[in-house]
């Protein structure tokens, strides 16, 4: 199933590249003119309802289909022999390398709510640490499925010129590689999430928080929290720029996240994002580039 999930996502984006109605360009620029329209503090977002994909929005009728490609470099990554299958219950930092082709699917079904899907393959590895005398072997490398997940988006309340707009999110994702042990997602997951966007003449600011189950604690805990800023420098090119982290309140787990998007045509966006540790368990580094689709009707 990995080996069909990377064949097939550079032959999607090639199929629907290849096979774009003329209708939609017509759609896609009617929509840039609703746009133009807009007041300025939907300047930097227009009407779209926040996607999970960073600085990106969907709105009513549109389809976003965006295959891209995801590497991690991470030099002390922490680690338990135990949690691998080699016994000893102590904390390591190794040596971490991943790489993922993944495929983002958005689509919005009203203006207050839209739905996605993601789906991987990886292939990761860690090197042990020297000071680890653990029977674990001096690296491990896994490949396959990734994370699959789908997503329900859901706006709860507008933006207004005097006040920021409320939405809310669902996540889910099913296990998956309960054999493996650095790819391995064991349990279902579900996780709830609020946020609220707010646009200024400078910018657009986007806050969100999600809550998950801690299985350790067997308590409710917090989840992933994201301050993130948006603002359009054209027509042609967007910056986006975050700080993401502190699944399950850890303090020491947060990124500094910077994008562009540049539109290369009515349909077709390439999209380019980094993200950069910032505190002493994120990961070093973790780039990724793609395309991005967009189908209006």
Not at 150 to 175: C, D, I, K, N, Y
Not at 210 to 225: F, H, M, T
Request: aromatic share 10%; glycine share 10%; net charge negative.
């Amino acid at each position: 199933m990995g080996a069909l999930v990377s064949r097939a996502t550079p032959l999607l984006a090639l199929t629907l590249s290849a096979g774009i109605p003329a209708c939609a360009n017509s759609a896609l620029a009617q929509a840039r003119g609703e746009d133009a329209e807009l007041p300025g503090y939907l300047r930097d977002r227009g009407t779209g309802i926040p996607a999970s994909q960073f600085g990106t929005f969907i709105r009513r009728g549109e389809l976003l289909v965006f295959p891209f490609f995801a590497y991690s470099l991470d030099n002390n990554r922490e680690y338990q022999p135990s949690n691998l299958g080699f016994g000893l219950s102590q904390d390591f930092r190794g040596r971490f390398r991943s790489s993922e082709e993944l495929i983002f699917i958005g689509y919005g079904v009203t203006d207050w709510l839209a739905l996605e899907f993601e789906a991987a393959h990886i292939t990761a590895s860690l090197a042990k640490s020297s000071s680890d005398p653990s029977a674990m072997p001096a690296k491990i490398k896994e490949s396959g499925v990734g994370d699959i997940e789908g997503q329900l988006r859901v706006r709860f309340l507008s933006e207004r010129e005097h006040r920021p707009e409320f939405f809310g999110f669902l996540e889910m994702t099913p296990a998956s590689q309960r054999n493996k042990v650095l790819i391995a997602e064991p349990n279902w997951d579900l996780k709830p999430g609020v946020g609220a966007i707010r646009g200024f003449s400078w910018g657009t600011m986007v806050v969100k928080i999600a809550a998950e189950y801690n299985r350790e604690a067997k308590s409710p805990d917090l989840g992933e929290v994201t301050i993130e800023y948006h603002k359009r420098l054209s027509s042609s090119w967007h910056l986006n720029a975050g700080i993401e982290g502190g699944e399950g309140g850890a303090p020491d787990e947060f990124d500094l996240v910077t994008g562009i998007r540049w539109r290369l045509s009515d349909l077709l966006s390439l999209e380019v994002d980094n993200a950069v540790g910032i505190s002493s368990k994120a990961t070093d580094w973790a780039p990724q580039v793609g395309l991005m689709f967009s189908y209006q009707h």
